[in-house]
């Protein structure tokens, strides 16, 4: 049979969505171009190696926080085990996994700004910048903040939706259905990592808010939606802790997962080098917060009926709420700065195409937005690029972690244990050496954070080492990171009981591997 005529408006109501396509598959590429390097190094941040033993260990029957210990939730582990599932047990899955998620969050970012209805272009400059900066501050590896993000986005999206429909020239109150994929979406993200709640707040009010303030939305309805919407957040978590209850597991689910971040959030850094840590990460993040300026510099906040107005009152908001997420744990280390990339990302979007506007002729607007966007991704990138070709290990030097991996799998031989007293626990499963004691990350057993779990480290630490694992990794350039009686134990059982085995050159010092008598 002949095709059937295309009408008018049927081309002009595909054509938005081809493009839409086309933008999304953009992000997409960038998430893939500007994350390639992050199969090259075994290690870029140490975190990493824990969630990878607790997978591994997950996938061979031992649960996360009873086979392998950490005080984070299971979420993390879960997401691995799943991408070892899939890609097989490797750094390579890993890093596969994180840049699913950069792509993914990317997409979300471009959802939020076209839900507060900004241009098209602004969401693929928001993706791109994401995509780039997510290097940098030790996002090249996949850690929590790069896990919990697509999550978060597609949340604020939603959120963002909700306001501007309820804003519009036509109001319309949220429904269920938004309250429930949001919480969802929250839900799953909290599995991950505590720290989603200041957002996961900020996601709700965003939603709900403009319709309550409008009339739209009577409380009653606003109170029903508002315990959905937390037994959906909670029901991830609840649902994993009854799967542990059931086993017998429940004590080592609430510490790992609820008292040990608790005592983590008790301690704190000393202020000045607090501000340090954060000025140090503006830096790095240096050309996106220039774009940013500007895009504060041309906000117009009673000016709302603008949709770039708009999206920037809400970008400010979520970076205000990403900041005290930041701020909560009281140790700023530098991945937890990664929790500004997605609002931060917008702002430099929607500031990019100020200067486009500004500085560029009439025609050319998109050509100059594209340049900027380039500067502003190209400088990430190129940070990331000179830090692999100076001193990168993998390309174009030598990988330490993988050498010593490859060592620790020769000293232990096949289905022997290790015992990693200070280095990465990635080398646990690179190596596929056996673990010779639930707690993998040496700082939860010989290190500074000590006291986080419920168990006398020093008795598991005499415990392990009576058992005399088959080898030993000992880095002499962290033995710092040490506890002073820990690291006496240690040494201790080497002089009396093993044979040093290979010594690998790291860049802070020499690396020993030691295999028993």
Known sequence: MPEAPTTAAATHHVAPRLRDAVAILLVVLAAVAFRLTSFVPAVVDTDEGLYMVQAREWLAGGWPL????????????????????????????????????????????????????????????????????????????????????????????????????????????????????????????????????????????LLVLPALLKGLLPWRRLLAMAALYAALCAGPFVLAGAIYWAQGWLDHYLDGSLLAPFRYSLERIAGPEAWRRVAAAALELGFGFAAALVALLAWRPRD???????????????????????????????????????????????GAWQLALWLVRPGWTRAGFAGLIGIVAGAAWLAELHLRVERGPGWPHRDPVREVSAAVAAAAGPGGDAFVANYHPSVYVISGARLSTRFPFPAHLTGVFEDLSDTNTLVELDRVLAAQPRAIVVDRGWMHTMRPEAAARVLAAIEAGYELFATIPEQRGPVEIWRTR
């Open 66 to 205: 009873v086979a392998a210990w950490d005080m984070h939730p299971i979420g993390a582990p879960a997401m691995f085990a799943l991408a070892f599932l899939v890609f097989g047990v490797s750094v390579e899955a890993a890093r596969l996994l994180g840049m699913i998620c950069v792509a993914a969050t990317g997409v979300a970012l471009f959802c939020a700004v076209r839900a507060a209805g900004a241009p098209r272009a602004i969401g693929v400059g928001a993706g791109v910048i994401y995509a780039a900066q997510s290097v940098l501050l030790g996002g090249l590896c996949t850690n929590t903040e790069i896990l919990i993000a697509p999550f978060v986005t597609a949340a604020m999206a939603i959120g963002i939706r909700g306001a501007v429909r309820a804003m519009g020239p036509e109001p319309v109150a949220p429904g269920y259905g938004a309250v429930a994929a949001m919480g969802l979406l929250i839900g799953c993200a909290l599995v991950v990592k505590q720290v989603v709640v200041p957002e996961g707040c900020f996601a709700f009010a």
């Open 304 to 350: 709302a009926a603008r949709p770039a107005a708009l999206l920037t009152g809400f970008a400010v908001l979520w970076f205000a709420v990403a900041s005290a997420a930041i701020a909560g744990p009281g140790f700023y280390f530098a991945h937890y700065f990664l929790l500004w990339l997605p609002a931060l990302s917008i702002l430099a979007a929607i």
